[in-house]
């Protein structure tokens, strides 16, 4: 069985919701642990520094070594979070393409995983980015097909074509 679920895509593309949706419709507790969750945990002075990140007015985000190092903790932390038995949901922006993916592979070896996709237009994200009003406009556009690039997927769905909990049955039908 299916013992992390791994959903990766831009800004806005419905992660969050889909997660949610996976909670309601999943038969099992799982837990929903994403990137924001990092960030939300870290202290504000790394959201000012050049070590931390920096989300810039124009929507790029600049991770600089310290969040690495704190980023690679959390990864080893949710993977062992795993391994002592939760389920787990990862809500994740791969800014860094296939070698985000392999930072995780590489913590989650062993586990069983289920790597999905989670793909929107850009111009459908940027509509959500600017409704949510809690990110920098042009995130979601620049992020929209970045994180996909040599992305090795089990699943793909799309948001701008299907609701949250459409996507989050389609999932679950993989978890068999």
């Not at 929903?32 to 985000?61: H, K, N, W, Y």
């Not at 391994?83 to 860094?96: S, Y």
């Not at 089990?154 to 049955?169: F, G, I, N, P, Y």
Request: hydrophobic share 50%; aromatic share 4%.
């Amino acid at each position: 069985m299916t013992e992390v679920i791994v959903l990766n895509g831009g800004s806005s593309s419905g992660k969050s919701g889909i997660a949610r949706c996976l909670q309601a419709v999943l038969p099992d507790p799982w837990l929903a642990l994403g990137t924001d969750t990092l960030v939300d945990a870290m202290p504000a002075s790394m959201r000012a520094s050049d070590g931390g990140i920096e989300f810039a007015a124009d929507g790029q985000v600049v991770a600089g070594p310290e969040f690495r190092t704190l980023e690679a903790a959390w990864i080893e932390g949710v993977a062992a979070m795993a391994r002592a038995g939760a389920r787990i949901i990862v809500d994740e922006v791969f800014l860094g393409g296939a070698d985000s993916q392999k930072r995780w592979q590489k913590a989650l070896g062993g586990l069983r995983v289920l790597w999905v996709g989670v793909r929107c237009d850009s111009a459908v994200a940027a509509g959500r980015e600017v409704a949510r009003g809690d990110r920098a406009i042009g995130m979601a556009a620049l992020q929209a097909d970045v994180v996909h690039r040599g992305m090795v997927y089990d699943l793909e769905v799309d948001t701008a074509h299907a609701e949250s909990m459409k996507c989050a049955r389609t999932i679950a039908a993989q978890l068999g």
